[in-house]
């Protein structure tokens, strides 16, 4: 698996976006960082502002988290 899509929305927020892990193989940050771009130039109700890449201590019961603990254990 190259990324885990982790699309949001809120009500105080105009449009879509994204969270992301952050990794220390910047190959891999660059391969899951492409898509939000792409999507953000061709879907005008995503933001690539309100996109966040982070290791959130908070998110580690999350998918995206999970994921990455997962795959990079793996």
């Given at each position: 698996m190259?990324?885990?899509i982790d699309i949001h929305a809120h009500s105080t927020l105009m449009n879509g976006f994204m969270y992301g892990n952050v990794y220390?193989?910047?190959t891999r940050y660059e391969r899951q960082a492409i898509f939000p771009k792409l999507l953000c130039q061709n879907a005008e109700d995503f933001s690539l502002?309100?996109?966040n890449f982070n290791r959130d201590a908070v998110k580690a019961g999350t998918g995206r988290r999970?994921?990455?603990l997962f795959i990079t254990s793996a």
């Open positions: 190259d990324f885990y220390e193989d910047i502002a309100n996109t999970y994921d990455d």
